[in-house]
């Protein structure tokens, strides 16, 4: 996808993020799928030791170009978190933007996510609203195959407290060639040990 075009998204970070974070003390923070770093430089900025992990070389390395001022506060990681987890309990803030998680046997996808949050931390899940999509057979496509926000949060235990959990309407147009219309956002805070 990124080797098709020049740049894939806008630069401009991701509204669920600036909306949910803002306000929150910083810390270290882990980008899941961070594509082409908006949101990573985002937080940067703001104050966050950010690690952004993603699958293509191709976006990391336009991330990267970017980082003029922030390279010590961004560390750009190739890494499949399917195969590779992140350490468990190391990040204060773990950001997972509309990057589609889909359903494995074993939810491994979610663990390691999941359990890289320190206690006192913050998850954030932000994904386009599956109901504004339809299987596309030719495609391969079913919605259903992915994780939504409520698959998350039944995954949460005791130790956790659900902050946000809604649809809502999107805070900002949809990207290029699609029509999502609605965003599902989970935020949750997990307790101190």
């Keep these: 996808?990124?080797?098709?075009?020049?740049?894939?998204?806008?630069?401009?970070?991701?509204?669920?993020?600036?909306?949910?974070?803002?306000?929150?003390?910083?810390?270290?923070?882990?980008?899941?799928?961070?594509?082409?770093?908006?949101?990573?430089?985002?937080?940067?900025?703001?104050?966050?030791?950010?690690?952004?992990?993603?699958?293509?070389?191709?976006a990391l390395r336009r991330a990267a170009a970017d980082t003029a001022g922030l390279t010590d506060r961004v560390a750009w990681r190739h890494a499949d978190l399917t195969v590779a987890p992140p350490a468990p309990g190391a990040f204060d803030l773990v950001s997972v933007q509309y990057f589609p998680l889909r359903r494995t046997p074993e939810h491994t996808v979610l663990r390691g996510p999941l359990d890289a949050v320190a206690p006192g931390g913050t998850l954030l899940f932000a994904t386009h609203d599956l109901a504004d999509l339809t299987p596309d057979p030719e495609q391969g496509f079913d919605p259903d195959d992915y994780y939504r926000t409520d698959d998350l949060a039944a995954f949460l235990d005791r130790d956790w407290t659900v902050v946000v959990s809604e649809t809502r309407p999107r805070g900002g147009p949809a990207p290029a060639g699609t029509h999502h219309t609605h965003d599902s956002v989970l935020r949750a805070r997990r307790g101190p040990s």
């Design 1 to 58: 996808m990124y080797r098709s075009r020049d740049r894939v998204f806008s630069g401009a970070p991701n509204a669920v993020l600036v909306r949910e974070i803002t306000g929150l003390p910083v810390g270290r923070a882990l980008d899941v799928g961070c594509g082409e770093g908006a949101d990573a430089l985002w937080l940067a900025r703001h104050g966050w030791q950010v690690t952004a992990v993603d699958i293509s070389e191709t």
